[in-house]
């Protein structure tokens, strides 16, 4: 009987690690299928406003509010933000390094040039900083996951 409980045991925690049990952030995640943060960034027109799930290893997180994470791509030096709303959920520093499923709405926004220079303003004035207009090159395209939920594992 006892060997029948250890066996027991073994099997359940030899699942768990294998079902890639971690810590749930947000809501429960519900696409099955992972796209790759490449194929995203290859064609990010193509996923606008698409709900997907994405995996990878946690490269960065927000020191400030835990707001973001920097989820890797498949791809050496490409990664994509996972961001959700202030305070919704709060990704703790030490999840850098670990390994993060994260479901969300993909958003891609095109800014000018003059856009940026006023955002970048903005941005300088708040925290006090300085800001070169002439640092900015030419239009840009952000492409962020605004996440609903994640698990760190």
Not at 4 to 30: E, H, P, R
Not at 126 to 135: K, L, R, V, W
């Amino acid at each position: 009987m006892r060997v029948s409980i250890i066996v027991i045991a073994l099997l359940f925690a030899a699942g768990s690690a294998l079902s890639g049990d971690g810590k749930q952030y947000g809501k429960q995640l519900t696409v099955k299928e992972v796209t790759k943060i490449s194929d995203i960034m290859a064609k990010p027109d193509r996923y606008n406003g698409k709900r997907v799930l994405v995996e990878g290893g946690i490269v960065d997180v927000c020191a400030k509010r835990g707001c973001w994470m920097k989820i890797a791509s498949d791809k050496e030096f490409e990664s994509i933000t996972f961001k959700v709303d202030d305070g919704v959920i709060i990704f703790p520093m030490d999840a850098k390094g670990k390994t993060a499923r994260g479901e969300g709405v993909i958003s891609v926004k095109k800014y000018s040039v003059e856009q940026q220079i006023e955002s970048g303003k903005k941005h300088a004035k708040e925290e006090n900083e300085e800001f070169d207009p002439s640092s900015v090159k030419g239009p840009k395209t952000v492409i962020l996951l605004k996440g609903e939920g994640a698990v760190i594992d």
